[in-house]
């Protein structure tokens, strides 16, 4: 990992540099593209025993490659490669700056992780032709994302991220049926989405001399409040989408638990995270920072996502759908980070819009190690019982103590907890939070409101990590396929033991990455190093605030061992004895009477039941013979979305009516087909002469 | 910051020896003060510590099916208390691990001591253990952005979280002391106080019927040496908390500079503190009831509400 | 909750004063017994079973440990798991249904554990005595270390008892 040195390069012209030979940048893009698509190339040639391995090492070289070139474009470096004439309008440009680097990184990071979990998680249904070449292609376009640097460019990637992560989504529709369906709301949402930010992109180069980003930015400079606004909304529908963000969620929590989980950890870890950078990208650096009000815009709507999707994952009981869930939140929670910075510019305030930045991008980083780690986990649990519904998991951490240790220390990453990794970007939100109150009136009544989304958010967090690991994984088995679970193959615990160590790394070392995280915010928003780090301490620049989280899990070890000596020391020498659980005396406790998820979650849902209001139904079956003796009772839940409903269903039931009206129009008489085809002609004739 | 002196190390052994020390004695006297409300003599105030000795030198038991969390909790849950006591400015403000944690940091410390109990009583896989493990998670869910929203409150003034210098600032200008901004959010903090340690009206400690527990029913699968040390945890939760109360509130005593009569001054301050603190809480709770769980959430709204207005106060009266 | 105060001076201490120490008297306890309370010393936690009673002797525990004769102020104190405790206080001859579970429950207090037997019925099953539906005294089901007498027995004698055990 790159340390201070790269805040000296990164203010220094690219002249500096010796312009001969390959950068890092380009010999690690250049690695990964290569690998990319040799790997895409090997699943169509390779035979089906040794395709996976080849794949899954290809895409984790691929992924190595990206990193690096990330990296390297973090601290400083540049690469730029240029093709005018392979596209029309600007042709195909790539350029990689610390922005794009960061997320470059990201993804490569991701990438490296699910290749190697992918090799032996694929064996076995999902080693097709096709879904093995998909992967390669996929990781490879959500690598050139953030490198594209014109319109066409990032169109043109961004349509093959959406198309081949749809395939990918569909792997296994043969398998279960809800599938298909997922695919399909998926299928229309991306694609509405990408017809919004094609609008909105195109609407600006049509103001620009041509489509690069450097023709943008200097256009972006001149556009009316007005027409900048209009771009910023039109493109923040579709990144938004893609970020899951509330209410255009309704694909996530669909399509992230139906694909398979390497997917779903590229999809939630690496491919959501692109929304954030198109968001930041054409908010801060094509358009040049904005009006206020679009950054409160954002902001609620990160708080919205946040509240909204942990409250369903905390409530709901399928492991990967509460994990896409918390994907909802945790965007929420960085486009919260990247309404205050925006705000914070909007206001002059450029050290805090530093500080609020730069915790978004390391909760960038945060989520995506940990939501590998925790989708990795899950599809290891998927693999190993059959079952993702919570209800019927429990007693794992007997067969695969690996995969229970892995989640419990993704669960810890992800609950805002120390020392975990998401603490340290939380905490350095809530700094930016907390000092952005004087900024004026309307940052009084955002910043506290912002603090108590975010507050609640990590509360429920809390209560749904603790849901998810102590029904999931400990206690006793609750089905016999929990019962009968076994560890997975080695090479998807190296994929996972991967993902783990980028966790803690992450919770006990963000010295070492935050300089340059640090860095790359401050180029984003243009102020200085919001924070200033030596060792193990975390300190902010302008206001006094300290945090070491190495030095907090250094005391806290000491604390757990001289307690444990205490302990032992003063403990009786009496040899501990095994005992069966209290069961009040009545005989042994059977699965049965454990606490599920759905049980778990009760209390909240009663709690949250204005916003949730889950449909319950309580069916008592009377004895035969007696109405006083109960037989059975079932008791049903259903938590559907309530969003998804009020917004979705009225457009759909729309849609419907119109399909059924245009249905009339197409009646199969070739006569009124070409009935239709000439009065349109003449339609046409007629508007040309009206207006010419 | 001071740089790290011999006195605030000795600080921080002091804060670490009177949390562990006189933690059991605090509970003493609560129960104590309650006996004499209700008419009783009393078992006297130093009863939990007799239970401590009794509890470690009993036979340790392992409930059959559980697994290494059931077993490291109580470790984590002490060690948290623990490095909070060391942390935070209790004797004195010059603790020599002050830059390590901040206000955010010991409450969410204190949040983890909770989650890993939480998971021993899922662990257990016993129905109550599940009942007191959900109860508890819900309760910290509401409870945390009462919780930051105060803390946004109390740093805003002095544009900081770091505990030692909220009670600084509190040391040099004593009329922020008695501001709105601050008594709106120590009543905030009051309520999530009583809500985090499972206090009345939240939660009963002394309750033996099951389906009222919240603490106690993730706690009854534990035995001899654990059980001893959940009891310390909670004992040490309840100081730990009153102790920020106090000194975030009402700071003097504190020691801020390194001598001798300075530091005794200053934990002589902590404990006469932290006990009428307890002891106005011991009384208190004789006079009410314990509120259905499903009331808590409107409790905890309406000390969030405070919270609120307290950020509110401390932007207009600034 | 200014009448609860007025009501709390009005009232005071109801406790009566403490009569004198334990007496080592009768029946002297066994070996094991006097271990176990010199290691206690001072602290009993006590689980109440139910096995069978009338619930007479429920409700003069329940007025040994109400402000009166406080039982809590010697170190006694009932809670509400067996792992939690240290003593079991049976009351009533054990009933067939109640038989496994006395026994379960002992299982579940961890050692040094005592039993007290409380009420004749506990003792030898008093009236219930070789009753249709009764499996035995508490001695017959789990070792009994001492045995309070009465039918129901007196708050101060169960104070007595619980005196013994914790040696204050």
């Known amino acids: ?692 | 910051m001071n740089a790290p002196s011999v006195y605030g190390t000795v600080g921080v052994v002091l804060q670490l020896l009177i949390v562990i020390g006189l933690s059991p004695l605090l509970i003493g006297m609560m129960r104590q003060l309650r006996a004499r409300a209700e008419g009783r003599a009393g078992p006297g105030i130093t009863q939990p510590w007799r239970d401590l000795r009794k509890l470690m030198r009993k036979q340790r038991t392992s409930p059959r099916g559980t697994s290494e969390v059931f077993r490291v909790a109580p470790l984590l849950l002490v060690a948290t208390c623990l490095v909070v006591a060391a942390v935070a400015p209790f004797v004195t403000t010059a603790s020599a691990l002050d830059p390590v944690a901040d206000l955010f940091a010991v409450v969410a410390l204190l949040t983890l001591g909770t989650v890993a109990l939480a998971l021993a009583g899922l662990d257990t896989g016993t129905a109550f253990g599940g009942m007191g493990a959900s109860r508890e998670t819900t309760i910290i869910a509401l409870v945390e952005p009462t919780m930051l929203v105060a803390i946004f409150a109390l740093s805003v003034p002095v544009g900081s979280t770091n505990l030692a210098a909220i009670v600084t600032s509190g040391l040099d200008d004593p009329a922020q002391v008695f501001s709105p901004v601050s008594l709106l959010a120590a009543v905030a903090l009051i309520v999530v106080i009583i809500a985090e340690t499972g206090r009345l009206p939240v939660d009963n400690p002394s309750t033996h019927l099951e389906l009222t527990m919240v603490h106690e029913a993730m706690v009854l699968e534990y035995s001899g040496p654990d059980l001893a040390m959940v009891e310390l945890a909670s004992a040490m939760r309840l100081t730990v908390f009153l102790g920020l109360l106090a000194n975030l509130f009402v700071p003097w005593g504190i020691a801020t500079s390194g001598s001798v009569p300075v530091i005794a001054i200053g934990v002589l301050a902590f404990v006469v503190k932290v006990a009428v603190l307890g002891a106005a809480l011991a009384v208190g709770e004789v006079f009410l009831a314990k509120l259905r769980l499903f009331r808590v959430p409107e409790l905890l709204a309406g000390s969030f509400v405070l919270g609120l207005l307290a950020v509110a106060a401390s932007f207009f009266l600034a | 909750m200014l009448s609860l105060w007025r009501k709390i001076r009005a009232v005071g201490r109801v406790a009566e004063p403490a009569p004198p120490g334990p007496i080592d008297t009768s029946p002297p306890p066994a070996e094991l017994t006097a271990e176990a309370i010199k290691e206690l010393h001072g602290s009993v936690q006590i689980r109440h079973v139910d096995a069978g009673s009338c619930n007479g002797c429920e409700v003069e525990i329940a007025s040994a440990f109400g402000p009166v004769y406080d039982a809590e102020r010697y170190g006694a104190r009932l809670v509400a798991s067996p792992r939690h405790a240290d003593a079991l206080l049976v009351t009533g001859a054990v009933t067939l249904n109640m038989a496994e579970p006395l026994r379960r429950t002992y299982q579940a207090v961890p050692g040094p554990k005592l039993v007290v037997a409380v009420g004749d019925c506990a003792r030898n099953c008093g009236v219930f005595s070789k009753a249709y539906g009764v499996a035995g005294a508490v001695g017959d089901i789990v070792p009994v270390d001492l045995e309070i007498t009465g039918c129901p027995p007196r708050p101060d004698a169960i104070v007595e008892a619980l005196r013994r055990l914790t040696g204050r």
Not at chain 1, 567 to 588: F, H, K, M, S
Not at chain 1, 604 to 622: G, I, N, P, W, Y
Request: glycine share 12%; with cysteine.
């Open chain 1, 1 to 692: 990992m790159p340390a201070a040195p790269g805040r000296d390069r990164r203010g220094a012209p690219p002249a500096d540099r010796p312009v001969t030979g390959v950068n890092t940048v380009q010999a690690g893009l250049l690695t990964a593209v290569t690998f990319g698509l040799l790997s895409a190339l090997a699943a169509l040639l390779i035979a089906r025993p040794a395709r996976s391995a080849v794949v899954g090492v290809g895409i984790a070289v691929c992924g190595a490659g990206a990193l690096v070139a990330g990296v390297a474009a973090m601290v400083g470096q540049v690469a730029s490669f240029a093709a005018p004439d392979l596209l029309p309008l600007s042709g195909v440009v790539f350029a990689i700056d610390p922005l794009g680097g960061a997320f470059l990184a990201v993804t490569g990071g991701v990438a490296v992780a699910t290749g190697i979990y992918g090799v032996g998680y694929c064996r076995g249904g999902l080693d097709g032709r096709l879904v093995q070449c998909m992967l390669p292609l996929f990781v490879l376009a959500m690598m050139l994302v953030p490198a594209a640097a014109s319109i066409g460019t990032f169109l043109l990637c961004w349509e093959l991220m959406a198309l081949t992560s749809l395939l990918l989504v569909l792997a296994e529709h043969r398998r279960r049926p809800e599938v298909a369906s997922a695919g399909r709301w998926y299928a229309v949402m991306t694609h509405l989405g990408l017809v919004a930010i094609l609008i909105g992109l195109l609407i600006f180069a049509a103001n620009a001399t041509d489509g690069t980003y450097a023709a943008l930015r200097l256009a972006g400079q001149h556009l009316s409040p007005g027409l900048a606004a209009l771009i910023f909304l039109v493109t923040l529908i579709g990144f938004a989408s893609k970020a899951g963000i509330v209410p255009l969620h309704a694909w996530l929590p669909r399509a992230h638990p139906e694909a398979p989980s390497n997917v779903s950890a590229l999809m939630s870890a690496a491919m959501v995270n692109l929304g954030v950078y198109g968001i930041v990208r054409v908010g801060f650096d094509l358009l040049g920072g904005g009006a206020a009000w679009w950054w409160l815009l954002v902001l609620a709507l990160g708080a919205l996502s946040a509240v909204y999707g942990i409250l369903q994952a905390a409530i709901g009981t399928d492991l990967k759908r509460l994990l896409g869930h918390s994907t909802t939140e945790n965007m929420g929670i960085v486009l919260v980070g990247v309404g205050a910075a925006g705000l914070f510019t909007a206001s002059g305030d450029l050290t805090l819009a530093g500080l609020a930045m730069a915790a978004a991008l390391l909760h960038i980083v945060n989520h995506a190690a940990f939501k590998t780690l925790l989708f990795q986990s899950a599809g290891s649990v998927v693999h190993a019982t059959g079952r993702r519904d919570l209800d019927y998991l429990g007693g794992l951490h007997d067969g695969m103590p690996r995969t229970t240790a892995a989640f419990g220390i993704g669960a810890l990453s992800a609950s805002a907890l120390p020392p975990g990794a998401a603490f340290v970007s939380e905490w350095l939100l809530l700094q930016a939070l907390i000092h952005g109150l004087p900024a004026g009136v309307s940052a009084t009544i955002v910043m506290p409101l912002a603090v108590a989304a975010v507050a609640l958010t990590a509360g429920l967090a809390v209560a749904t990590f603790v849901k998810a690991f102590g029904v999931g994984f400990l206690a006793r088995p609750r089905s016999r396929e929990a019962e009968s679970a076994h560890e997975s193959p080695p090479s998807m615990l190296a994929g996972m033991g991967l993902a783990a160590a980028a966790c803690i790394g992450l919770a006990l070392l963000p010295t070492l990455v935050l300089p340059t995280i640090g860095a790359v915010a401050g180029g984003v928003v243009g102020s200085g190093d919001p924070v200033t780090v030596t060792a193990t301490t975390i300190a902010l620049t302008d206001f006094a605030g300290s945090l070491s989280p190495l030095l907090l899990t250094v005391a806290l070890v000491i604390g757990l061992v001289a307690t444990l000596a205490a302990a032992r020391a003063l403990a009786t020498r009496r040899a501990a004895r095994e005992a069966r659980l209290w069961d009040c005396g009545a005989g042994p406790l059977s699965a049965r009477m454990e606490y599920t998820a759905t049980s778990f979650a009760e209390p909240l849902q009663r709690v949250f039941d204005d916003v949730v209001q889950a449909e319950q139904d309580v069916d008592v079956t009377h004895h035969r013979e007696s109405a006083y003796l109960v037989e059975a009772i079932e008791y049903h839940r259903r938590v559907p979305d309530r969003i998804e409903r009020r917004l979705y269903e009225p457009v759909l039931a729309v849609m419907a009516v119109w399909g059924r009206v245009g249905r009339r129009l197409a009646p199969g008489s070739v006569h009124r087909y070409l009935g239709y085809g000439f009065y349109s002609l003449c339609a046409l004739l007629i508007l040309l002469v009206v207006t010419r």
